[in-house]
């Protein structure tokens, strides 16, 4: 009898364990995804869709803003601005969601106040993403502070970490990035710009370091080399990489372009930083060196065409995918020795693109301006499965849990399932 139980024990908690595993890997906690590198863990959302087919649910959400979601569990995350009642001013939102109808669970403002600056005509006040351990909930509004949220909207603490100045009055969008105990935030602008860390749970800083650098919006990439945190950030003058204990700088390397945007990615011991505005530069960095790296053997390989302005790269298995500049035109190479697999592809029916790329299923799903995802084959040579048009543009990059895929336009927000 006691070894009966005790089995059925073991059962249960085994299929407790596993199934614990598998709601984790279905999370998308932070910009980019499980990994920071647009790939999901495991899921199989659709191939093909409509406004008529393969929708869940679709939601007109609250105010505007490029934020693109994350998910815990049942939950949704993403911000949002909105216009306020007073003169002039917005309230900067999170908004949470339950994922299996839609529906609003709570919306909570951080600040309520007149913005210094505006944004590019095709930008927001709410462009950055949020983070999650699942525990707490965090972002970075920029300008308008850092602030940290429990999974029940209850506010936990808040940082002003003062005002950008930003180059051509583009708007702000750099997303924090959470490394260990450190909740990281980089300020890149024409003022002094400087690079933060936060204590995730009281937001105390940590430290902080001046950048010599002009504004950029690329998030930072947190990155475990040789058992140790460091945390990669990319820009015009020179990629830098700090350490997440003291924020002492480890390495650097110059080569991008100017007005960087998209996001590193990590994988096979390096990091890829992409940039393409006014030029291409890929440059894929082997981690664990010190020192400057600028013209070393440490950059592995590098391409000088069809980069991407706008869209961070997308790195699933062992290929890398980019789009050049912000166009439908799309190339992979193999991530390890950068041999390509097909360059400068065009994306027939697709508009210009702002979102990034997302893998799941061995396949690619790329949403771009005029609402028209195009969904391809993870492979060395180029197949298009389908091409899903729908009645939204896409500007925030697609998010993915399970077997579903979460698309947020400029008013709605769509959960796209088989299952419905």
Same mark, same amino acid.
């Given at each position: 009898m006691r070894k009966l139980v005790a089995?059925?024990?073991?059962?249960?908690?085994?299929?407790?364990?596993?199934?614990?595993?598998?709601?984790?890997?279905?999370?998308?906690?932070?910009?980019?995804?499980?990994?920071?590198?647009?790939?999901?863990?495991?899921?199989?959302?659709?191939?093909?869709?409509?406004?008529?087919?393969?929708?869940?649910w679709k939601v007109e959400y609250p105010g505007e803003g490029l934020s693109t979601p994350i998910i815990w569990d049942n939950k949704i995350f993403f911000l949002t601005a909105m216009e306020s009642e007073k003169e002039k001013a917005y309230k900067f939102d999170f908004v949470c969601m339950d994922r299996s109808n839609g529906k609003f669970l709570w919306q909570k403002t951080a600040v309520e106040t007149v913005p210094h600056e505006g944004h590019h005509?095709?930008?927001?006040?709410?462009?950055?993403?949020?983070? #999650?351990?699942?525990?707490? *909930?965090?972002?970075?509004? =920029?300008? +308008? $502070?850092?602030?940290?949220?429990?999974? @029940?909207?209850?506010?936990?603490w808040s940082r002003d970490l003062g005002k950008m100045r930003i180059a051509m009055g583009f708007g702000e969008g750099a997303s924090a990035a959470l490394a260990g105990d450190a909740l990281i935030v980089v300020m890149d602008q024409e003022g002094q710009s400087v690079i933060y860390a936060l204590n995730k749970d009281t937001g105390d800083i940590l430290w902080q370091k001046d950048r010599d650098e002009g504004t950029a919006w690329a998030t930072p990439l947190p990155v475990e080399v040789n058992g140790k945190l460091q945390v990669v950030t990319n820009a015009t003058k020179l990629i830098r990489s700090y350490d997440v204990e003291n924020g002492d700088l480890l390495w650097q390397c110059s080569g991008q372009t100017s007005n960087v945007i998209p996001s590193p990615v #990590?994988?096979?011991?390096? *990091?890829?930083?992409?940039? =393409?505005? +006014? $030029?291409?530069?890929?440059?894929?960095? @082997?981690?664990?060196?010190?020192?400057?790296?600028?013209?070393?053997?440490?950059?592995?390989?590098?391409?000088?065409?069809?980069?991407?302005?706008?869209?961070s790269p997308l790195l699933y298995g062992d290929k890398l995918y980019f789009l050049s500049s912000n166009n439908a035109v799309l190339s992979c190479y193999q991530a390890e020795d950068g041999k390509p697999n097909f360059v400068a592809q065009k994306l027939d029916g697709a508009g210009d693109f702002y979102a990034s790329p997302v893998g799941v299923a061995d396949r690619v799903y790329l949403a771009s301006q005029n609402g028209v995802t195009i969904v391809i084959k993870n492979s060395d040579t180029f197949e298009v499965l389908a091409s899903n048009k729908l009645d939204d543009r896409f500007d925030a990059s697609p998010a993915v849990s399970g077997d579903e895929l979460f698309l947020k336009g400029k008013e709605y927000l769509y959960c796209i399932s088989e299952s419905q």
């Open positions: 089995g059925v024990i073991s059962v249960v908690f085994f299929v407790l364990l596993f199934s614990l595993s598998a709601s984790a890997n279905e999370n998308w906690p932070m910009w980019r995804g499980p990994d920071a590198t647009g790939a999901a863990k495991s899921g199989n959302p659709p191939i093909t869709w409509s406004e008529t087919e393969n929708i869940k005509n095709t930008g927001s006040f709410a462009s950055n993403s949020a983070v #999650t351990d699942g525990k707490f *909930v965090w972002a970075s509004f =920029g300008s +308008r $502070g850092v602030h940290c949220y429990d999974m @029940e909207g209850n506010h936990k #990590t994988g096979f011991g390096k *990091v890829f930083c992409i940039s =393409g505005f +006014r $030029g291409s530069s890929l440059q894929v960095i @082997e981690l664990g060196r010190t020192g400057d790296l600028t013209n070393s053997d440490a950059v592995v390989w590098q391409v000088k065409r069809d980069t991407p302005y706008v869209p």
